[in-house]
């Protein structure tokens, strides 16, 4: 891999992590997911957080990185609009929901158990089974309410997205912002009383 990335998996939610790919560094906005080698880096760090199980895919990532990067680059330009006005107040769509079925189709599930958890497998091509993965998630995250709590970071300059059931958290994390802006502050405060 050309470099080590760091992707800022702050949901646990594959679809909302997928969004969160796309990350604003120095007022510039950047795409984690370049080429095949970022894909590739990404599905590990899936894999060693557990967002995804080693066997709900094929192994070889190798072999369809580079054909699951056009897709997921889709899926992620997708997902953003519409969790963008889930996040500014509105309901999921309903196209979006007939969308994430019809996607889901390309790979349809069945499931093992694993580790005494019942776990849906994707059929089909590697890069389908990701993309299934991934609206799975989505369309979870609508039927269970949980997208109703979707915010979006209070910087400004962030485009980090992030679940808040309990409705107190502002930051997309406190390593990302929340800390980087009360620094901000404390030095303007600091600059000011002299």
């Known amino acids: 891999m050309k470099e080590n990335i760091k992707f800022p998996l702050i949901s646990g939610n594959i679809s909302l992590d997928l969004v969160n790919t796309e990350v604003v560094r120095h007022g510039v906005r950047h795409d984690l997911l370049t080429d095949k ?68 189709k390309q790979a349809p599930f069945t499931y093992q158990l694993i580790d005494n958890k019942l776990v849906p497998v994707p059929l089909g091509d590697p890069a389908q089974s990701l993309m299934s993965l991934i609206v799975m998630n989505g369309l979870q995250l609508i039927a269970s309410g949980d997208l109703d709590h979707l915010h979006r970071c209070s910087n400004p300059e962030c485009v980090l997205l992030f679940i808040d059931k309990r409705g107190r958290r502002k930051w997309c994390s406190m390593q990302i912002c929340g800390n980087r802006v009360k620094v901000t502050r404390h030095h303007k405060r600091k600059k000011e009383e002299k």
Not at 52 to 69: G, H, N, P
């Open 37 to 104: 080698e970022h894909v590739k880096a990404w599905i590990h760090t899936l894999l060693s957080e557990n967002i995804v199980l080693t066997q709900q895919f094929d192994r070889k990532i190798d072999d369809w990185s580079e054909q699951a990067l056009d897709l997921l680059r889709e899926m992620r330009a997708y997902l953003r609009e519409h969790f963008e006005k889930v996040a500014d107040g509105k309901e999921a769509p309903s196209e979006m929901v007939a969308l994430l079925e019809e996607r889901m």
